[in-house]
C-alpha cells in the first residue's frame, strides 16, 4: 500500500463546475497536509495546508480533512481552464518533526472551456 | 528575487559521468529539502538540511549521491557515474522551523542521462 495515494486522473470537468480532488494516507500520525498545484513542466506551488479536522476555506479552494477515515480532499469551486493542473497531495509523517513531506502521485485536472 | 534559486536548469551528460546541482534557499529559511520527481509521479523526498546539518537521508539516496549544505547557506546535489535511471527533475525546497505551513519549491533541475 502507497503512503499516500490519489487517483490519476484525468479527472475532467467543466468550466465553473465544482471539481473534487481525493486523497487517503496510511499512516495514522501524519499531523499536517497540503496540497500543492504543478502545471507541465513548472515546480509544484502550495495551494493550501490543513491541519484539523473539517473544512478549511481560501478563495475558490476548500480543504477537508477527516483524520479518523484518512482522507483528505481538496474543492475547487467555479474552475477555470487555468486551474488545468496537476494536483499534488502531500502529507507530513507523524514521526520526528522535520518538514519532509510524502507526495502522492497526483490527480491531473483538465477543465474544459 | 526572494524565491528558491536552482541551478542549472537543464543538464544533459553522459552515462558515467559525475554532475552537481546547486540550490540557493529563501535566506531567512534554516531548512532545506532535496526531491526527486520522475514523469507522471509526485515528489519523492531525497535529503534535507536543517542549517548545515544533513539530519535525514531517504534510502533512495544511493552512495553515489551526496549532498552538502556548507555554513548553512546554498546547497549542492552531486550524483556520480550517472545511470539512465537518474534522469528526472531534481527539486529543491526551503521552509521555516516546523515545516507545517510547507515550504517553496525551486524551478528545479532537469537531468538527462544519455
Known amino acids: 500500500q502507497k503512503e499516500v495515494e490519489q487517483n490519476s486522473g484525468p479527472l475532467s470537468v467543466p468550466e465553473g463546475a465544482i471539481a473534487s480532488l481525493n486523497c487517503t494516507y496510511s499512516d495514522r500520525g501524519s499531523q499536517s497536509f497540503f496540497w500543492y498545484r504543478q502545471y507541465s513542466g513548472k515546480s509544484p506551488e502550495l495551494i493550501m495546508f490543513i491541519y484539523s479536522n473539517g473544512d478549511k476555506e481560501d478563495g475558490r479552494f476548500t480543504a477537508q480533512l477527516n483524520k479518523a477515515s484518512q482522507y483528505v480532499s481538496l474543492l475547487i469551486r467555479d474552475s477555470q481552464p487555468s486551474d488545468s493542473a496537476t494536483y499534488l497531495c502531500a502529507v507530513n509523517p507523524g514521526s520526528g518533526n522535520t518538514g519532509k513531506l510524502i507526495f502522492g502521485q497526483g490527480t491531473t485536472l483538465q477543465v474544459k472551456p | 528575487d526572494t524565491g528558491v534559486s536552482q541551478n542549472p536548469r537543464h543538464k544533459i551528460t553522459k552515462r558515467g559521468q559525475n554532475v552537481t546541482f546547486r540550490c540557493d534557499p529563501i535566506?531567512?529559511?534554516?531548512?532545506l529539502y532535496w526531491y526527486r520527481q520522475t514523469l507522471g509521479q509526485g515528489p519523492e523526498f531525497l535529503t534535507y538540511f536543517q542549517n548545515e546539518a544533513q539530519l535525514e537521508k531517504s534510502r533512495l539516496l544511493s552512495d553515489r549521491f551526496s549532498a552538502e549544505r556548507p555554513k548553512g547557506s546554498f546547497s549542492t546535489l552531486e550524483i556520480q557515474r550517472t545511470e539512465q535511471g537518474d534522469s528526472a527533475m531534481y527539486l529543491c525546497a526551503s521552509g521555516g522551523t516546523g515545516g507545517i505551513y510547507g515550504y517553496t519549491f525551486g524551478s528545479g533541475t532537469r537531468l538527462t542521462v544519455v
Open positions: 535566506s531567512e529559511h534554516n531548512r
